[in-house]
């Protein structure tokens, strides 16, 4: 019948193309038929298939001419579709084809202009799903003005909303009326706080981006009700493992403990043991609590703040590995040789009671040979340091597997006890976080291939192939910059492996280490294995951090269906449960890695505020059409905009550099330069520098 419908409305005449004319022409008699093809029609216009014009017509569209995808919407008032297909380019749409769609509203799309092989023009026929239908920003006589304002839209807020408003208040309100003006109608939710107050851009992006950041009462009251301490009637049902020398290594100032590790030697094999907290025995399928779960689908860090899962009386009460305290745990207990080769493992519920809350420090000065700190633990170091040696083997494993290991530089923000910004340092990763990396990687890889190897449905973290295009633009560059040696025009994970080494300890390691992480796919959840590229693994999941991550808890709600309960059936509703699952936890996570982004910017820009029309040596680490981005030693980073130079510039896209009309001076990637702080916006998290 699709098909049917499908076909007629591709041959009709417009005038055929109302509803009753189609149920007509197709001889739709009852009223079942009809309400089927009312069904069938809007099928086909979620698919893109067809769209239904003002007057109320439907349209069949010419397939090879039509897309959809999500709209980027520049704050010039153009924009591009970043389109589903993976046989057309983002597609260029003028602000006279962009109809009424907004940022990141998702389109139907007709391809209108092929400018070249690569670049397409297109006009946006039908807003398929809206994106932006809330706006936080400053109010001013009558009108809101969001954070990335654009003349191009002007939200005015109801007359009768008005009253009672003060100008300079920060207000979040829904658009009631998009219609094709560039004038959009708005109704009151929330007055924020005034323009200047403290914390108010934490509050700022919690509502734009709509992030639950409060508990309901039915919520907090399910969460008292949880027992403060494990029931030792349970007990039975578990391996006990509390005599068992089992302790955490964590951050200092981490509440919310979800793993923790033990070690030993039998002959010549390690038996790891990694203890993770059993989140899965308290928050049970279809409960309070795991609705709650998946709506947040993960705990948002917001610079010194946290916006958690799961209330605090489990993620920092019952559910966390605190040391001298029984719990209940998920153990994946593995023997490795030393090679590297897991030759045994076992996965069974358990008890634990951690010995000690160690810190990322003490267990490096432990690897470092301080003698005091060494004494402090003197029971459990002989365990670290045989720890530290099978961390070494892993890591020389994954390397040879081709696993890509980006050193990225990641900033630390010092706060005082007021919150605010006093310093900014480089985040050490040291021995100690990796040891912890490669013990949770190994355990990862052994459930999520335990359960492959079953066939049965289960969540993946899956990672795709790079893009090509963009990595062979990269090699472009390396090519002209001299570190092109060995390299080939492939997207195997040794060619990565080797630009890594060529440009390590080089001037353009940060910026090509850059480059190479923006030509990667985003990691995702799946239900499909089609295995993660980055880390070269065939079979990888999330099974270590159910206390701040969904897809952690789901994992174990398996662990528990499959292995322990040796229920292993299944049906296209559990299937259909887990693709939703994954596409929802995929869609959170992908929101709270851009609010923690910009939290950071902000914090970045507090931190620079004293320093306006200080001097500093940076490097370029961006080139664009607009201008150049400058990055300091600290990763503080800043725009030198186009207009600001003291002659005309043309961008070069072969070279990514700027250049000079007159005098031919050049700016590339990697270059050092002298800039001066001009401006700071810490609302919006941008800082201007200027040459020089």
Excluded: W
């Excluded at 990672?463 to 963009?470: D, V």
């Amino acid at each position: 019948m699709k098909d049917t419908v499908y076909t007629y409305l591709l041959k009709a005449s417009l005038k055929d193309r109302s509803l009753i004319s189609i149920a007509g022409h197709l001889n739709i008699q009852s009223e079942a038929e009809f309400q089927n093809l009312t069904k069938i029609l809007h099928v086909l216009t979620q698919e893109g298939l067809v769209y239904r014009d003002r007057e109320g017509f439907y349209c069949a569209q010419d397939t090879q001419k039509i897309v959809r995808g999500k709209f980027d919407l520049k704050q010039a008032g153009f924009g591009f579709i970043i389109v589903d297909e993976e046989k057309y380019p983002d597609i260029y749409i003028s602000r006279q084809n962009k109809g009424t769609a907004m940022d990141k509203d998702y389109c139907l799309v007709e391809i209108i202009r092929e400018k070249s092989r690569d670049k397409f023009e297109g006009k946006i026929l039908k807003v398929i799903e809206r994106n932006v239908s809330l706006i936080v920003g400053e109010y001013y006589e009558g009108q809101i003005f969001p954070k990335n304002y654009s003349d191009d839209v002007v939200y005015k807020l109801k007359r009768k909303d008005q009253h009672g408003l003060k100008n300079h208040q920060l207000i979040s309100a829904k658009i009631t009326k998009y219609g094709r003006s560039f004038v959009k109608e708005c109704a009151l939710i929330e007055v924020l706080g005034t323009i200047g107050d403290k914390g108010l851009e934490i509050k700022e992006i919690i509502a734009r981006h709509s992030l639950i950041h409060e508990f309901s009462e039915e919520e907090m009251n399910f969460a008292r009700n949880v027992e403060k301490e494990i029931d030792p009637s349970d007990i039975v049902n578990r391996i006990d493992l509390r005599q068992e020398k089992i302790f955490t290594i964590d951050g200092e100032y981490t509440k919310d403990i979800d793993d923790a590790i033990s070690i030993k030697k039998v002959n010549e094999n390690f038996i790891l043991g990694v203890h993770i907290a059993d989140v899965s025995h308290y928050v049970r399928e279809d409960s309070v609590l795991d609705k709650c779960a998946y709506n947040r689908g993960t705990s948002v860090y917001l610079a010194n703040s946290v916006i958690p899962m799961l209330p605090r009386e489990l993620s920092n009460g019952i559910c966390s590995l605190n040391p001298k305290v029984d719990r209940y745990t998920l153990t994946c207990e593995m023997e490795i040789n030393k090679l590297g080769e897991v030759v045994n493992y076992s996965i069974y519920p358990s008890v634990i009671n951690s010995m000690y809350k160690m810190t990322y420090s003490n267990v490096n000065k432990i690897l470092e040979g301080d003698g005091a700190v060494t004494e402090d633990y003197r029971d459990i170091a002989g365990d670290v340091m045989l720890m530290h040696e099978l961390q070494v083997i892993l890591n020389t494993v994954r390397d040879r597997m081709g696993s890509i290991n980006f050193e990225t530089i990641e900033p630390k923000f010092i706060f005082d006890e007021e919150g605010k910004v006093v310093n900014l340092k480089i985040r050490e990763r040291q021995d100690a976080e990796k040891l912890i990396e490669e013990f949770m990687l190994v355990a990862n890889q052994v459930v999520a291939t335990h359960i492959f190897n079953q066939k049965l449905p289960f969540i993946y973290r899956i990672h795709e192939l790079p893009n090509q295009e963009k990595l062979t633009h990269i090699l472009s560059f390396l090519e002209r910059l001299g570190y092109a040696q060995n390299i080939d025009n492939n997207v195997e994970q040794f060619n990565f492996q080797r630009i890594l080494k060529n440009v390590e300890g080089t001037k353009y390691e940060k910026v090509i280490t850059t480059l190479l992480l923006r030509s990667m796919a985003k990691a995702r959840y799946a239900r499909d294995n089609v295995g993660h590229y980055g880390l070269a693994f065939d079979n990888y999941s999330h099974f270590t951090s159910p206390i701040r991550r969904y897809p952690d808890l789901i994992v174990h709600r398996f662990l528990r269906r499959y292995v322990f309960e040796n229920n292993k059936s299944f049906d296209d509703a559990l299937i259909a449960k887990l693709d939703d699952i994954s596409v929802q936890t995929s869609k959170t996570e992908r929101e709270a890695m851009i609010c923690e982004r910009e939290v950071m910017d902000m914090k970045k820009a507090e931190y620079m505020e004293p320093f306006v029309g200080d001097v500093f040596t940076g490097v370029i680490s961006s080139v664009l059409k607009f201008g150049m981005f400058v990055e300091l030693p600290n990763t503080v980073e800043g725009l030198i905009h186009i207009r600001n130079f003291d002659e005309e510039m043309e961008f070069n896209e072969s070279t990514l550099s700027l250049v000079g009309i007159s005098t031919e001076k050049e700016y590339t990637i990697g270059e050092e330069v002298t800039v001066k702080l001009v401006k700071v916006n810490r609302l919006l998290g941008k800082i201007d520098f200027e040459l020089v």
